[in-house]
């Protein structure tokens, strides 16, 4: 990110001679003991009798959600929660959408815990019509998120999607407070990951029609792979054996890759270089991409995101080929995408730095 320093975190490790399939659940497992086994064991400990909040800051297709969810089952799912205020959104419309006694208790407790400006009935109106022209008040979100944190028994918050904008912000150094975590302690985790690879991972982005799973044609093939002779195109098949090789498709718009999402790209770069300069609140520094001349002392080859091209042999089987994805950054440097785990890995130590855990 420009002008912004997120150092390259070293999970090379000099002692570890043995090379992680990190696609294989138990090497994986393996891979996480090996790298961070005692930070992990150490953030355990802490969970057991205390909680923290973390607001992770990320621009879009960041991999936030991925990333919690690594974390939350190397910690333990009781113990963490990943709250994502669009779904949280979407969900309270949904239900309220279908059911005229969910608005009425949203209403109610709304009328009992909301504080704004905005009246409860047209906030909760411009929730149900979806109205672009009124945006919700910040204060009702937070009445939202209150409101989901409390149908739960305490647990280590890792909030993703609040702040949303810049005036949000401010509510973010009092969050505690208002959602009555008041001596928890809490961190931003600011993520770092350049849009050359947020477009691919967009534009690469295919669907099953079926049970929509979501997949990579570039990044994270299904097992088979075909060919379609009138298209000149290879296509990946859902592994689902219900759907029985559907073809996978591009979601309408995914092609354009990052174009469409340029200005929200904007202000989520805004939001991180607000949240990197506030002082009071630790921050988590975590980088997708390594320089490719600085790769060999930093990171293990195994680390690096695989890249996955394909050719049509002369049998008329797809032949897949892998090889580490490399591209050229935001400042024109040649660099290679991290897989999630080394970025889970630095996480978890920078959490346990962060928080003082022993």
Known sequence: MNNLQFPIFKTKMEDINKEFNLIDSEDRQSYFEE??????????????????IAYLLGKKSSGKGTLSKMLRNLVGKDKMEHISI??????????????EQEKAELID????????????KKAVNALLNRDTSTLLPSEFILALIKREIESMPKKTLFIDGFPRNLDQISYS??????????????????IDVPETVIDQRI???????KCHTSRNLKFLPTENVGYD??????????????????????????????EAIEERLGT?????????????????????????AEADSKIDDYEITPEYVYEKGEDGEVKVKEKPWTFKDSEDIKSYSLMPEPVVVALIKQLVESLNIK
């Not at 005692?38 to 057991?48: R, S, V």
């Not at 534009?203 to 029609?209: A, G, L, T």
């Not at 195109?233 to 995914?254: R, S």
């Open 268 to 292: 989520d770069e805004k939001l991180i270089r607000q949240a990197f300069s506030l002082h009071g609140i630790p921050k988590v520094l975590l980088r997708n991409a390594v320089p490719v």
């Open 229 to 258: 002779q009138k298209e000149d195109e290879f296509y990946l098949m859902c592994d689902n054996p219900e759907c029985d090789n559907e073809k996978m498709v591009t979601k309408e718009g995914d092609e354009l890759g990052i």
């Open 86 to 99: 669009g779904d949280l959104v979407r969900d309270v419309h949904q239900k309220i959408e279908n059911s």
């Open 109 to 120: 407790w709304m009328e009992e815990n909301y504080r704004g400006y905005m009246p409860v």
């Open 35 to 52: 790298k961070a086994g005692d930070e992990i064991d150490a953030l355990k400990n802490y969970l057991e009798d205390n909680s923290f």
């Open 203 to 209: 534009k690469y982005r295919v669907v099953c029609p």
């Open 173 to 190: 150094l009092f969050f505690r407070d208002l959602v009555d975590y008041r001596y928890d302690p809490d961190v931003f985790v600011l």
